[in-house]
């Protein structure tokens, strides 16, 4: 079988030959008056989305984009964005998209690391962007005829210099164009850069097949229909926003995109456009719940309509867990993760009760290991790195065969978390490999001290992380965000950890901030903490 996004070939066991099934498209001939999508006012129906798409796709084609370019896009989440994703899958393009607040150097680092040669992007932003004459490459293993971003540079918006208007480059395409069809399954899809504001870009390949099996899987775990509205509110340079708009569009169903997130926008979103199914970061849904408090809120806003709510991308502390169950009359799910696998688990509603601080048991088709130092698969119940089997398997780091090679175990990835599994395959995250305390040789998980700390009722969040310490190589430390900074009483919270906490578990350095530090997807940069109190460390 071959699959792309946008069709499945599948061979004849009669005649040999290869059956095309469309799914996009076949929607859009099927129900083209349906709508396919809703961007904050802005919608397109199947039929308009369709027409957008082919057109788009064949004037980049005739515009000098060949199937295996790779094409930078800086766009903020709108139908344009979800429109380029169908567009380089029927090209056979590979969409390089990047966070529209990194800086021009970032993103030229980020242009030569995935070897970027057209661009489509905002007026404003490519204002931002060096032009295409300037060189800025530094790589000297790119062959030598090649030029970053030389190609065709696209402003979705208004007319900038050097640059060509997407209205323009449509004009001279004929409204009833049809798809290229000139992807294959192997073919990269989505570059997604793990890194770029700092540090060395490190770009995940996501080929057609993996973005399609993601895609299925989640429609089998979490019974999407073609009836399902399904909402995404993280930014769609992520892969989860990708993939929560390809799953209605590959379903039948309409997606509904925010173009940017808050609780109150969340809740109006799902009340007015009677979404029925997302996949949420699970600071988002802390957010919202904590809104919920408010009995004005809980009036304003009818949410009946959802069916399903998925936690991703972080913990969900199980507190908060427990107060989402209460507070949401639909199926509630965490996952666990990465960009690398996609989903890896799943924890229901009905496990939730029992196993509340787990993040659940392996997907269907995923299967999961808990392996030791030198590499030995560890016994139930012992700690360890989490590995992943999983037909969701990225297609490797973009030119760094070292380092896609050092990632796998076999057939499995390793995630770099640190997590072990029950007696009944549950498995239990115990934050990422590199975060581990060792104090005096021995290993402490920041997940046992962060839940411990959670608990106390002045506290909002909390993130341990270590701490250097001359005797003992390394401590706890504490960053601790309260629910009342003027009503914070540190001493108990120390007495508090003194009665739930061993002695080689006990924060040593007590933190109080009025946030924590995270990323656009919600996920906390410990790295920040101990760079913003280097300055206390003697």
């Avoid at 989860?240 to 109006?268: C, D, K, N, Y």
């Avoid at 939730?352 to 659940?360: C, E, F, N, P």
């Avoid at 001493?491 to 950890?497: E, K, N, S």
């Amino acid at each position: 079988m071959i699959k792309t996004i946008l069709s499945q070939t599948t061979a004849d066991a009669t005649s040999g030959t290869a059956k095309i099934s469309p799914t996009f498209f076949s929607h859009a001939r099927h129900t083209p008056d349906k709508q396919a999508i809703w961007c904050d006012g802005t919608t397109a129906s199947y039929q308009e989305l369709a027409s957008l798409v082919c057109r788009w796709s064949n004037a980049m084609a005739q515009g000098g984009v060949k199937r295996g370019d790779h094409i930078g896009v800086m766009l903020p989440n709108s139908i344009e964005f979800a429109a380029l994703m169908l567009v380089a899958a029927d090209l056979g393009a590979v969409m390089v998209p990047l966070n529209t607040s990194l800086t021009p150097s970032a993103v030229h680092r980020a242009f030569e690391a995935a070897e970027v040669k057209h661009v489509v992007s905002t007026a404003a932003l490519l204002k931002n962007l060096l032009t295409k004459s300037t060189t800025y490459r530094t790589d000297d293993s790119l062959p030598p005829d090649f030029s970053i971003a030389d190609g065709l540079w696209l402003s979705v918006d208004k007319t900038i210099e050097d640059a060509t208007l997407l209205a323009d480059l449509l004009h001279g395409v004929a409204s009833d164009a049809q798809p290229l069809n000139a992807a294959m399954e192997e073919d990269a899809l989505i570059l997604t850069m793990t890194s770029g504001s700092t540090g060395d870009p490190k770009p995940i390949i996501l080929t057609q097949r993996t973005k399609f099996n993601r895609a299925h899987a989640a429609v089998e775990l979490y019974g999407i229909t073609e009836n399902d509205r399904t909402l995404a509110a993280t930014p769609l340079y992520h892969s989860l926003a990708e993939r929560l708009v390809l799953i209605p569009l590959l379903t039948g169903g309409t997606s509904v995109l925010m173009q940017a997130f808050s609780p109150t926008a969340w809740l109006e979103c799902v009340s007015q456009q009677n979404v029925t199914f997302t996949i949420a970061v699970s600071s988002q849904l802390k957010l919202t719940a904590g809104l919920l408090d408010d009995q004005d809120a809980i009036h304003r806003y009818d949410i009946s309509s959802l069916r399903c709510i998925v936690s991703s991308s972080a913990l969900l502390e199980h507190t908060v867990k427990s107060d989402l169950l209460k507070k949401f009359d639909c199926e509630l799910h965490e996952c666990y993760g990465a960009s690398e696998i996609a989903i890896a688990t799943n924890l229901d509603s009905i496990a939730a009760k029992s196993k509340l601080q787990s993040v659940g048991i392996p997907a269907p088709g995923v299967d999961i290991k808990i392996i030791g130092k030198n590499g030995e698969v560890v016994t139930k119940g012992e700690a360890g790195e989490i590995a992943c089997k999983t037909s969701m398997l990225f297609g490797g780091y973009f030119k760094r065969p070292e380092l896609t090679q050092t990632a796998m175990r076999g057939d499995y990835f390793r995630t770099g978390d640190m997590g072990r599994v029950d007696e009944d395959g549950f498995l239990y995250f115990l934050g990422r490999a590199k975060d581990i305390i060792i104090c005096g040789g021995i290993n402490i998980y920041p997940a046992d001290i962060e839940e411990v700390v959670n608990e106390h009722a002045s506290v909002l969040e909390s993130a341990a992380f270590a701490f250097p310490d001359k005797h003992l190589g390394e401590v706890v430390a504490i960053a601790v965000v309260p629910v009342n900074k003027t009503e914070f009483n540190l001493r108990q919270l120390r007495f508090h950890c003194c009665e739930r906490l061993a002695d080689f578990q006990q924060p040593r350095n007590f933190f109080i901030v009025d946030e924590l530090p995270r990323n656009s997807m919600g996920k906390l940069m410990k790295f920040q903490l101990v760079k913003t109190f280097s300055a206390h460390m003697p």
